[in-house]
């Protein structure tokens, strides 16, 4: 089955202490990304990734950290989580060349709560 | 920058009603539009799409029209059902970009 698979799905972790949450998708797509969604903002993209090895900022980077080491994988690090942190996280994926139209395909979610 | 506005929510409508939820953009060049859909306790998943002026997306009775001269991208659907329940996304994709950018989402809450 075509599918995002994130991990963890629930997190509750305190101040400081370093945390990954796992993204992998099995549809061969080179293009990746991580968004969070908070109540009245809707969903903001941290990061993205155009192809292995390739990651850009999206609008919300401060305080995460992704690696592309392999086209399958997309990690979302968090070296120090703050309460800000504190949200539902999205990994997502788009097929190669859909470029402009290409939609994305989400993963279930990841919910964090830093203490 | 680029931006999408959607109606508050929540919206609330009895079984059968109809539905319209709006949607209206600000970008430059000719951004590809789409309504994402998030079901309770899931992710998004694409609604329908538009990606030219005047191109009209449909599925599962939903619709919704590319509207330039308006940009407008409003949704709608004749009968609404309990289990059409769910948060709708409106959002758009620059056309010299890669980010999907979204609107804040709808509520849309049927009760039978």
């Known amino acids: 089955e075509a599918q995002v698979t994130q991990n963890p799905r629930y997190l509750i972790t305190v101040t400081g202490k370093k945390l990954t949450v796992t993204c992998s998708q099995n549809m061969n797509h080179e293009y990746m990304s991580w968004y969070r969604q908070d109540p009245g903002l809707g969903l903001r993209q941290i990061y993205y990734?155009?192809?292995?090895?390739?990651?850009d900022k999206g609008d919300v980077p401060e305080g995460y950290k992704v690696s592309r080491k392999e086209k399958r994988n997309f990690p979302l690090i968090l070296e120090s989580p703050s309460p800000n942190q504190t949200s539902l996280y999205f990994c997502a994926s788009s097929p190669p060349g859909t470029g402009l139209t290409g939609e994305l395909f989400f993963g279930e979610g990841s919910r964090l709560t830093v203490l | 920058g680029d931006s999408v506005t959607q109606m508050e929510g929540p919206v609330t409508l009895s079984e059968e009603a109809f539905l319209t939820i709006n949607c209206t953009y600000t970008a430059t060049g000719y951004p590809s539009l789409f309504w994402y859909v998030q079901y309770p306790g899931e992710g998004l998943q694409l609604l329908l799409k538009?990606?030219?002026?005047?191109d009209k997306g449909s599925n599962k009775g939903f619709e919704a029209t590319y509207r330039k001269e308006t940009t407008s991208f409003h949704l709608e659907k004749g009968s609404v059902q309990v289990s059409d329940s769910a948060v709708y996304f409106c959002?758009?994709?620059?056309?010299?970009?890669?980010?999907?950018?979204f609107g804040k989402g709808t509520t849309l809450s049927v009760s039978s």
């Open positions: 990734s155009m192809n292995v090895e390739v990651t």
């Open positions: 959002a758009l994709r620059r056309q010299a970009g890669t980010a999907l950018i």
């Open positions: 538009a990606t030219k002026a005047d």
